[in-house]
């Protein structure tokens, strides 16, 4: 059932797309997901955003060990564009196992920790990791439970990160008064 759904995605390419796909999800999102990096780093610069930037970058780091360096070698699930080989890809083969999408869990983890202390901002974030996802499945290289793992993990990984965050904070805040 996967493999039809990735087909029928294969259906939807066209010049135009192809471009807007590889232009903006694998050259300015980035390989690793860099563009997270840089935003969890300029939330960081922004006093009232510092502590969303704390967590985006401690869920990405999470997010990617937990991902790139435990699960994928655990579940060691060949890439869809292993299994069928006819397929032509826009982007650079991988040489990672498929599951979880790594991509997928770095961008929910760190959209995810945006909307948990931003609303506003984090919608369209959580929008742009969906449409993160959605690529790695246009592109025929990650199967859709691979996407929906690596969304859920990255979300619950934000989810845990947050309530840390807050602890963690509202105690330096604690000690910040006590000195006064």
């Not at 939330?43 to 955003?49: G, S, V, Y």
């Not at 869920?59 to 006819?86: H, M, N, Q, W």
């Not at 199967?143 to 793992?149: A, I, K, S, W």
Request: charge should be positive.
């Amino acid at each position: 059932m996967e493999m039809n759904i990735l087909y029928a995605i294969q259906n939807w390419h066209s010049p135009v797309l192809d471009s807007i796909m590889v232009t903006v999800f694998n050259t300015v999102i980035g390989e690793k997901g860099q563009f997270w990096i840089a935003l969890g780093a300029l939330l960081l610069l922004i006093p009232k955003t510092r502590k969303s930037g704390i967590c985006v970058i401690v869920s990405y780091i999470l997010a990617y060990v937990i991902g790139d360096g435990i699960l994928k070698d655990f579940f060691a699930r060949p890439r869809p564009c292993a299994v069928d080989e006819t397929v032509e890809l826009l982007i650079k083969r991988s040489t990672s196992y498929s599951c979880p999408s790594v991509h997928s869990m770095l961008a929910f983890a760190s959209a995810m920790s945006i909307f948990l202390w931003h609303r506003k901002i984090g919608i369209p974030a959580l929008v742009l990791a969906a449409l993160v996802g959605f690529s790695r499945l246009y592109f025929f290289v990650h199967y859709p439970t691979d996407v929906l793992f690596g969304a859920v993990l990255g979300c619950g990984i934000a989810c845990g990160i947050y309530p840390l965050c807050k602890s963690v904070f509202a105690r330096k805040k604690g000690k910040k008064n006590e000195c006064e």
